[in-house]
């Protein structure tokens, strides 16, 4: 774990009083990326929910140091079996929400992570298995290399660069395109309000160092299955059926190595949280939490 606490910057909504769910977001994507509906339905079925930026993205705090990532290197030493330097790891990022618990004074809570998120939600319920009533993993995965390859098309958008990374209306292009690609084939989203998100959230904070450094602790993570054999806690593992960056069977994979883990397959979606989805959504992961209630 990092010895130096980062600011991390939350949002709660709810009642205090309520059991707590605590969503984590996924590789450089803010708390903002929770979509407001979805957060408010969670509410509305009596959750207080947090939702934040983890760090190196958003208003938290950066990573000691200047050091470019070396993501290239990075992915080679992973693939040869070797270490993998890295300023932080996806256990500090864990850490940091287990933070932001005690910060609030919430001795348990209801664990939800996409993407990344899933994966740091993963660690945290295996290493703070006390600190955990459920988790629930979305558009993740076990970080088993063999299922988790990306589609060509969704690889190449996201090896690709905006034309000009300091002039926010390229990096709001560059974005929509990224996200026309990756999204949800049966829940599209037109590129007027896909402008107007991404330009909120640029606007509000961008960092690609911060997120290329976010990517180093996925590499270094590596291949989780034995951790996630550890996980007790009640777990529901949601994917998209038309995933072209984590494929489905990434999320199969996850679930069939988490002891008693349930899986749903969405069809139609992709990898992101189009509006459509989000009362489907909000029910199963409601539904999941409230099966998980302490009696």
Not at 256 to 271: R, T, W
Request: charged share 20%.
């Amino acid at each position: 774990m990092t010895a130096a606490p980062l600011h991390i910057e939350y949002e709660s909504l709810g009642d205090p009083s309520h059991p707590a769910i605590v969503l984590i977001m996924g590789l450089g994507m803010q708390l903002m990326a929770w979509p407001d509906t979805f957060c408010q339905q969670l509410v509305a079925r009596g959750y207080r929910v947090l939702r934040f930026d983890n760090r190196d993205c958003g208003l938290s705090g950066r990573a000691p140091g200047k050091k470019r990532a070396h993501l290239l290197l990075a992915m080679a030493a992973s693939a040869l079996g070797l270490p993998v330097r890295t300023p932080y790891t996806l256990q500090d990022m864990a850490g940091d929400a287990i933070g932001l618990m005690d910060r609030l004074g919430i001795a348990q809570a209801h664990i939800v992570g996409a993407s990344m998120g899933g994966m740091i939600a993963q660690v945290l319920a295996a290493k703070f298995p006390q600190r955990v009533l459920s988790l629930t993993s979305i558009m993740s995965s076990s970080g088993y290399r063999k299922v988790s390859k990306p589609t060509k098309p969704a690889r190449k958008v996201l090896l690709s660069r905006p034309t000009d990374p300091k002039d926010p209306e390229s990096v709001i292009a560059y974005m929509v395109e990224m996200f026309g690609v990756i999204g949800s084939p049966a829940y599209p989203s037109s590129k007027e309000e896909l402008r107007s998100r991404i330009g909120r959230s640029v606007r509000r904070a961008y960092e690609p160092a911060g997120t290329a450094r976010q990517l180093l602790a996925i590499i270094a993570s590596g291949d989780r299955r034995k951790l996630l054999h550890t996980i007790a806690a009640p777990t529901l593992v949601i994917h998209g059926a038309e995933d072209p960056l984590v494929p489905l069977a990434a999320g199969r994979d996850t679930a069939q190595n988490i002891p008693g883990a349930s899986l749903l397959v969405i069809e139609g979606m992709g990898h992101d949280f189009p509006e459509g989805l989000m009362p489907r959504l909000a029910q199963a992961i409601a539904d999941h939490c409230d099966r998980s209630e302490p009696k």
